[in-house]
Nanobody, 121 residues
Framework: QVQLVESGGGLVQPGGSLRLSCAAS????????MGWYRQAPGKQRELVAV???????NYADSVKGRFTISRDNAKNTVYLQMNSLKPEDTAVYYC???????????????WGQGTQVTVSS
């Protein structure tokens, strides 16, 4: 059984910062890519940032230069540092990990439960 638990969401004023964390636990053999997605009300879920096992990163154009994704492989954790937040960043943020659990023959995508980020004055 694998679980992804997110933390760090909340209410912040425009221009402020938040740091999201997502820790995976359970019967984990290896983790490949880790990423963050978000879904605003009435919109489809979209990719925010992804980081590969080798540390290569990719960002949505809307967050480039403001958000930074990082990972701690020893802790099975992915982070999202969000700076210069804007009202349009308001959404539920979900972490995603492509990982292989012990006893599986292939990797699988797992999702966190989501954490609300609200940017408002």
């Amino acid at each position: 059984q694998v679980q992804l638990v997110e933390s760090g969401g909340g209410l912040v004023q425009p221009g402020g910062s938040l740091r999201l964390s997502c820790a995976a636990s359970g019967s984990i053999r290896s983790i490949n890519a880790m990423g963050w997605y978000r879904q605003a009300p009435g919109k489809q879920r979209e990719l925010v940032a992804v980081i590969t096992i080798g540390g290569n990163t990719n960002y949505a154009d809307s967050v480039k230069g403001r958000f930074t994704i990082s990972r701690d492989n020893a802790k099975n954790t992915v982070y999202l540092q969000m700076n210069s937040l804007k009202p349009e960043d308001t959404a539920v943020y979900y972490c995603n990990m492509n990982l292989m659990s012990w006893g599986s023959i292939s990797s699988k995508a797992y999702w966190g439960q989501g954490t609300q980020v609200t940017v408002s004055s």
